[in-house]
């Protein structure tokens, strides 16, 4: 999963001879996970066709205001093209085709679509070396970047007239590059660390049995995937669990029991911003592993547990500046109880969760849950998708941070 994942990418296709290429941008796009739709100046399907863009971006290719083909003449609508997309990217943007948006021109489809988006502008320009340097192309690169769109320069080398110099269009795997480093340098997280605990743990009794429980993981991996989305660079310290994170910004750890999880996280902790601890972490273990399966035997099995370290106390009572993160999962004095632990464990910030309250806590998809800060304010919300509940959390560590 990418920055790009479930995006939708508006691709403009004008008429040069780059527009090759674009058939492998849609696909470049695609494998990081976006939506693509195409929209291409009537010019450009002289140099690639609109079935081999429609075919890889499996989405009808638009070139005209309507149809003529259609029996019904159908209109396509370019407001609509326009705010569908989360992001334009017009590549190959030949000097005429980026002219015209310069002056507000809007004779085709393409055109009219730029100046009705709202959303993050992107052109690669593709032409020759002569006109990439001519004044009229520089002053109509510096109006659009006026305009607030981002222009990803063209690069050096031969050119379809046999010239060499700058002006072929940026490679489409740089262009996707490109564009995801865009969006990431402008997200709120960028630049921080986060180290998110999450899943149960197996405390082995014997190579097949161990204690262990039913959390999933799942409200620590939705953390970690949003966390990852808003820019941090996250580490996930996971318990054993059927689930994953596959977010590509998301560094998975994997651990087995409290004491590889708490070896993981002191390994990590230091350099970190901000720190989640919403593994259900077992407090016992078998004081002895039998290194073989054990017998049974007539009559009853004590088995001696002894206590694990408390990983969200370690990284309370080592806290620099990390913003830490705990929960509590209560069944009666919710409130009291969460606060003792905030307190106990030095946190900025304790999620409680009831088991009393129908559809929170472990195997379920939603949660809901209250929030106790520091100054011991409290914040009660609604059932919500871990998903959500996850935006709330990574809303109030960044409110913390700022505070
Ligand atoms: N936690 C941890 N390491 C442990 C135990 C708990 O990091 N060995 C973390 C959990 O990830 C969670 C919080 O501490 O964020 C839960 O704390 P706590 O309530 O102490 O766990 P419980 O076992 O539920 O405690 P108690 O029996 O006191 O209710």
Same mark, same amino acid.
């Given at each position: 999963?990418? &920055? ?25 796009? %695609? ?10 100046? $009537? ?37 609509? &093209? ?28 393409? &055109? ?6 709202? #959303?993050?502008?992107?052109?690669? $320009? ?6 990439? %340097? ?18 990803? $320069? ?12 700058? @002006?072929?269009?940026?490679?489409? *795997? ?5 564009? *995801? ?35 999933? @993981?799942?409200? @620590? ?23 994953? #994170? ?23 902790y230091n350099d970190c911003d901000y720190a989640v601890a919403s593994a259900a972490v077992a407090d016992y273990r078998p004081k002895n592993r039998s290194d073989q399966k054990m017998k049974k035997k007539d009559g009853d099995l004590s088995i001696e547990l002894e206590r694990t370290t408390d990983i969200l106390k370690w990284m309370g009572d080592h806290k620099k500046n990390q913003v830490l993160v705990g929960f509590a999962l209560e069944t009666e004095n919710e409130i009291e109880n969460a606060k003792g632990k905030l307190k106990r ?15 929170? @806590? ?31 959390? &990574? ?9």
């Open positions: 999963m990418s &920055l790009l994942q479930d995006k939708k990418i508006l691709l403009g296709v004008s008429a040069g001879i780059a527009a090759y290429k674009s058939a492998m941008l849609v696909r470049a796009f %695609i494998k990081q996970g976006a939506e693509v739709k195409v929209v291409m100046t $009537p010019a450009a399907k002289d140099f690639v066709t609109p079935l081999t863009l429609s075919t890889l971006s499996k989405n009808p290719v638009q070139s005209t205001f309507y149809e003529k083909e259609s029996e019904n003449e159908l209109w396509n609508n370019h407001v609509d &093209l326009g705010l569908w997309a989360d992001y334009f990217v017009i590549a190959p943007a030949t000097a005429n085709t980026l002219s015209k948006m310069a002056h507000g021109k809007s004779d085709n489809l393409l &055109l009219a679509t730029y100046t009705s988006a709202k #959303c993050p502008v992107y052109f690669a $320009p593709a032409m020759d070396l002569d006109m990439y %340097i001519h004044p009229s192309t520089t002053n109509t690169f510096n109006t659009l970047k006026g305009f607030g769109n981002i222009m990803i $320069p063209a690069t050096s080398g031969e050119l379809a007239s046999g010239l060499v110099g700058q @002006g072929r269009m940026a490679e489409p *795997e740089d262009i996707v590059a490109f564009v *995801e480093d865009d969006i990431l340098q402008k997200l709120p997280l960028k630049g921080k660390k986060m180290v998110v605990t999450a899943g149960p743990t197996y405390e082995a009794i014997d190579p097949v049995r161990f204690i262990g429980n039913h959390s999933t @993981g799942r409200m @620590g991996i939705n953390i970690a995937t949003e966390a990852a989305n808003l820019g941090a660079e996250v580490t996930l310290v996971l318990g054993p669990s059927t689930l994953t #994170c596959t977010h590509s910004r998301v560094n998975v750890i994997k651990v087995v029991n409290a004491a590889s999880m708490y070896k993981s996280v002191t390994e990590v464990k030095n946190l900025d910030l304790i999620v409680l969760n009831s088991l009393n309250d129908k559809g929170a @806590g472990f195997k379920a998809k939603t949660n809901k849950v209250t929030f106790i800060n520091s100054n011991e304010e409290i914040k009660a919300f609604q059932l919500k998708t871990k998903t959500e509940v996850a935006k709330d959390i &990574l809303n109030e560590i960044q409110s913390l941070q700022n505070a």
